[in-house]
């Protein structure tokens, strides 16, 4: 097995009506009074994850700062920066999806920061975050693994441009996980979160054989439960078990433990950012779109793992590596997402084009598992995807 760190510092708290244990853990970490809430587009209000916060938030001054859009913007984010400076606050709590995480990551860090936070994004001279206001995050949309993990995605739609962000100062101190947020999502966003978290899974799984044994079996175990409980969580979305299993099933999909020891990937999330970048398409659309056609050209490089994915996780016999990817792609459409571009958008004469040259102009030149994607297939697997 290979040496690897693991380091995750985030507490979780999962199950039903365990709101009412939020202020305690505020208290853990700062002895400060006044609290910024963050939040998306207003779903919190209209669901009751606004009324059943606030009232686990007793004894704390509440400010607010909504709107954090999907994608969230670089632009919205540093008027909540400067709300965080200027009304000296001690804690930020994010409630919401991916979006209102990230974007509440951004500000927290980017609050403590004396330069200019773009340039972090755009890696600009090794410019990092290191420090940041603590923040705490209450989950509503089970997708991302935001809520365990210190990554974050910001996007700047003027540039077309949509980057990563990291560090340790990016992990939440806690994060409530209450499945029966799912019972209120929308089909679409509940479709988005399951093919999120497989893809996750994949890019971490399906690279070449480790001797990880404990790893590939868990990574198994995620997909594994993904494909049981999607029709099930679709179909009703207050099905406490199969909502529980999945909002678990995607946090453990990106909280670390399935990076460590082994390989991954991630050309499909780097592909798919820029499809979000041009023409908006949901985050976990892009990847399903994206991640047929990369294992296709990658196939070589792929080929055992595809195997023994077909074998294990779809109980295929043989050399079953097309098969595997076939059946992945009829996943992704049996739950409602569309795998083509066209499908999303009209305007896809240059997307190839654009893709390839921005690998080029960052440098990318070999990504993936064995660092060998070029620019090139970049291309050629975004016009696979058209
Ligand atoms: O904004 P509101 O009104 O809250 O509505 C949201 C939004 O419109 C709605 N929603 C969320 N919870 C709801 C709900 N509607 C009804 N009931 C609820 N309980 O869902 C919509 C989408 O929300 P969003 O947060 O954008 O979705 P998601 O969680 O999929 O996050 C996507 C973002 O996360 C990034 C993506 O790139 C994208 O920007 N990612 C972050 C990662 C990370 N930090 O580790 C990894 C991922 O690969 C991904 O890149
Ligand atoms: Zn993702």
Redesign the pocket.
Known sequence: MENFDYYNPTKVIFGKETYNKLSEEISKYTNGRKILLT??????K??G?YERVLQGLDGYEIIEFGG?????EYDTLMKAVSQVKSENVDFVLAV???????GT?FIVSAAKYEGDPWDVLIKKDNASFTDAVPFGTVL???????EM?S?????RSDLKE?R?MGGPQ?FPKFSFLDPT??????KR?IA??IT?AY??TLEQYLTYPTDNLLQERIAEGILSTLIEIAPKVLEDPSDYKAASNLMWCATMA?NGTLRAGVAYDWST?MI??EL?ALHGI???RT?AIIAPNLFKVKFENKKDKLIQYGQRVFGLDGSCGEEAILRTKTFFESIGIETSISQYTSETDNTANIIKKRFEERGWDGIGERGDLTPDQAKEIVEMSI
């Open positions: 939040y998306g587009g207003g779903s919190i209209k669901n994850v954090i859009e999907p994608n969230p919401g999806g991916g979006s209102v995480i990230d990551k509503t949309l089970p997708a991302t693994g935001s993990n990554g974050a995605v910001i996007s949509k990563t990016g947020v799912v019972s209120t999502l929308p966003q988005n979160g999120d893809m996750h990106l999330h798919g950012h979000t949901d985050h976990a990847l």
